[in-house]
């Protein structure tokens, strides 16, 4: 069994950082947006807790637009510490990685309108390289395949998450970032279907997301996932207003390093 690691997070909403429902997340209006935590505390001293720490490899995810100068406090805090996603572009990808972000974290630029955008995937490779690209595949279940969701997980693809998936997408990334979109964000328990696909056939370092809400779930992720598959944790953690004590799941991962 390899060696499971915690990866932390910090959510960016307006500036701000918060924890959000994302499938209530929209482009167009703000009523009906299901907010689960939000703080004045600044990214920065989130990014001075994981460095303290030693949780590289966590995700700073801007959610819309107005977060740029948040993320980079936070990058600033903790060089080479982060991957950061939410609007990545081939044109903007660079300022990320110069900002001091080890690894772009890739979504709506290649997987909308419900489908991938192959161009665009292989002009991201072209402007950052494979090595600092994550793809983020988020996903719903319908009868027991995993569908990849787009458009802020409102719109799914005829594409699923599957073997042969993972391994030509694999061909483009350093890693893979799998949000299962069905069960973000509630605390309901994590998806044990997928971490097992994961585990045996990502072909890349994967971070799994979704549900996540004790430290037995990260014991659940371990053994179903064979060792191979990470995980993060967002509102269920005390210090985004949650239950499950963020030092417990620090102690958790440095057990298994």
Same mark, same amino acid.
């Given at each position: 069994?390899?060696?499971?690691? $915690?990866?932390?997070?910090?959510?960016?909403?307006?500036?701000?950082?918060?924890?959000?429902?994302?499938?209530?997340?929209?482009?167009?209006?703000?009523?009906?947006?299901?907010?689960? $935590?939000?703080t004045d505390l600044?990214?920065?001293?989130?990014?001075?807790?994981?460095?303290?720490?030693?949780?590289?490899?966590?995700?700073?995810?801007?959610?819309?637009?107005?977060?740029?100068?948040?993320?980079?406090?936070?990058?600033?805090? $903790?060089?080479?510490?982060?991957?950061?996603?939410?609007?990545?572009?081939?044109?903007?990808?660079?300022?990320?990685?110069?900002?001091?972000?080890?690894?772009?974290?890739?979504?709506?630029?290649?997987?909308?309108?419900?489908?991938?955008?192959?161009?665009?995937?292989?002009?991201?490779?072209?402007?950052?390289?494979?090595?600092?690209?994550?793809?983020?595949?988020?996903?719903?279940?319908?009868?027991?395949?995993?569908?990849?969701?787009?458009?802020?997980?409102?719109?799914?693809?005829?594409?699923?998450?599957?073997?042969?998936?993972?391994?030509?997408?694999?061909?483009?990334?350093?890693?893979?970032?799998?949000?299962?979109?069905?069960?973000?964000?509630?605390?309901?328990?994590?998806?044990?279907?997928?971490?097992?696909?994961?585990?045996?056939?990502?072909?890349?370092?994967?971070?799994?997301?979704?549900?996540?809400?004790?430290?037995?779930?990260?014991?659940?992720?371990?053994?179903?996932?064979?060792?191979?598959?990470?995980?993060?944790?967002?509102?269920?953690?005390d210090i985004f207003?949650?239950?499950?004590?963020?030092?417990?799941?620090?102690?958790?991962?440095?057990?298994?390093?």
């Open positions: 069994m390899g060696t499971m690691k $915690f990866r932390p997070c910090i959510d960016l909403h307006e500036g701000k950082v918060k924890q959000i429902v994302g499938s209530t997340l929209s482009d167009t209006k703000r009523e009906g947006l299901v907010t689960n $935590f939000a600044s990214p920065a001293h989130f990014a001075a807790i994981y460095k303290r720490d030693g949780l590289a490899g966590g995700h700073i995810i801007m959610l819309g637009p107005g977060n740029d100068d948040a993320a980079a406090s936070a990058i600033a805090e $903790f060089p080479q510490g982060f991957h950061v996603g939410g609007g990545i572009t081939p044109q903007n990808a660079r300022h990320y990685l110069d900002l001091g972000a080890s690894h772009v974290i890739v979504t709506s630029c290649i997987f909308k309108d419900g489908r991938i955008y192959w161009q665009n995937l292989e002009s991201m490779v072209s402007a950052v390289g494979k090595e600092r690209l994550v793809l983020d595949l988020s996903c719903i279940r319908q009868d027991n395949v995993y569908y990849i969701a787009t458009d802020r997980w409102q719109r799914l693809t005829s594409v699923t998450v599957s073997k042969d998936t993972l391994e030509t997408l694999g061909a483009y990334c350093d890693e893979f970032l799998i949000h299962a979109a069905h069960v973000e964000g509630k605390r309901s328990g994590i998806d044990g279907g997928m971490v097992k696909m994961l585990g045996e056939f990502s072909p890349r370092p994967t971070t799994y997301a979704g549900g996540i809400r004790s430290v037995e779930d990260l014991d659940l992720v371990l053994s179903l996932g064979q060792g191979k598959v990470d995980a993060t944790v967002g509102s269920a953690l207003g949650g239950s499950l004590k963020y030092e417990d799941v620090v102690a958790w991962h440095k057990n298994h390093q």
